[in-house]
């Protein structure tokens, strides 16, 4: 299959966006570089997973994870890492697929630029489903054990973000031990809840924010993306007693 690469300038056109409602974009050469990407196969799945209730929420994520896994992971990084391999495949390939699936595309530009041409960067979806499905596709092999990273993904989504946001942080290895320490001390619910009687902290601070912002804090004094599991539990510990009181909990730091 060959997708057609768009050409700078695409983005916040106004016209772009009318012309993408009326089905004209691949009728416009302007709008296009001439270079073009060839892949074997480019399925639907979920891109913005902003709605509904958690369940709904965690079906949409494992479906995206399962789909690029299986088929849009087969090309090079060079390619699924590419912003502009993204926007092109949306615009050129997936509209209807798009405005079937997200219908408030139709109501403005915003929307059709916080869905389809967001920056590929931590806070967008597809990027955040591709990092994840790199990740746990090149250190953990059987669909059934994938699936239940996916999970924890998905359980832990705010820190997920807040490990991702931050570039030291981008290792396989370093979220599947950080993965792995919540998981076996069911830390979830905990990783997710607001810090109380902190003034000091802004008013909607999330343990797990805290915990990842003193790993880069003290980066790299502690080189945190480089330690074995279970001295990275040590140190995670430490750093969430500083937001959790740790004698809650049958362990100790």
Not at 107 to 128: Q, R
Request: a negative charge.
């Amino acid at each position: 299959m060959e997708i057609r690469l768009l050409e700078k300038g695409y983005k916040n056109n106004q016209q772009f966006y009318k012309d993408f409602l009326e089905d004209q974009i691949l009728l416009k050469e302007e709008y296009f570089s001439g270079n073009v990407v060839h892949i074997q196969e480019a399925p639907d799945f979920p891109i913005y997973m902003a709605h509904g209730n958690e369940e709904e929420r965690k079906r949409l994520f494992y479906e995206a994870f399962h789909i690029l896994s299986t088929s849009y992971l087969t090309t090079d990084r060079d390619i699924h890492f590419e912003e502009l391999f993204w926007h092109s495949l949306l615009v050129t390939r997936k509209r209807d697929y798009l405005l079937e699936n997200y219908p408030q595309i139709k109501e403005g530009i915003n929307h059709f630029n916080n869905i389809i041409l967001k920056k590929f960067d931590w806070e967008n979806y597809i990027y955040k489903c591709v990092l994840g499905a790199q990740y746990i596709n090149d250190l953990i092999n059987g669909e059934e054990e994938r699936r239940r990273y996916y999970s924890l993904i998905v359980e832990n989504l705010d820190l997920y973000n807040y490990i991702i946001k931050y570039e030291i942080f981008r290792n396989d290895q370093f979220l599947k031990n950080i993965l792995d320490i919540i998981d076996e001390l069911n830390l979830s619910k905990v990783m997710k809840a607001k810090i109380t009687g902190r003034n000091d902290l802004g008013k909607d601070e999330r343990v797990g924010r805290r915990v990842i912002f003193e790993f880069n804090k003290s980066y790299p004094v502690i080189m945190s993306p480089m330690l074995e599991k279970e001295e990275l539990k040590e140190v995670f510990l430490k750093y969430l007693s500083y937001y959790y009181d740790l004698s809650s909990m049958e362990i100790s730091a």
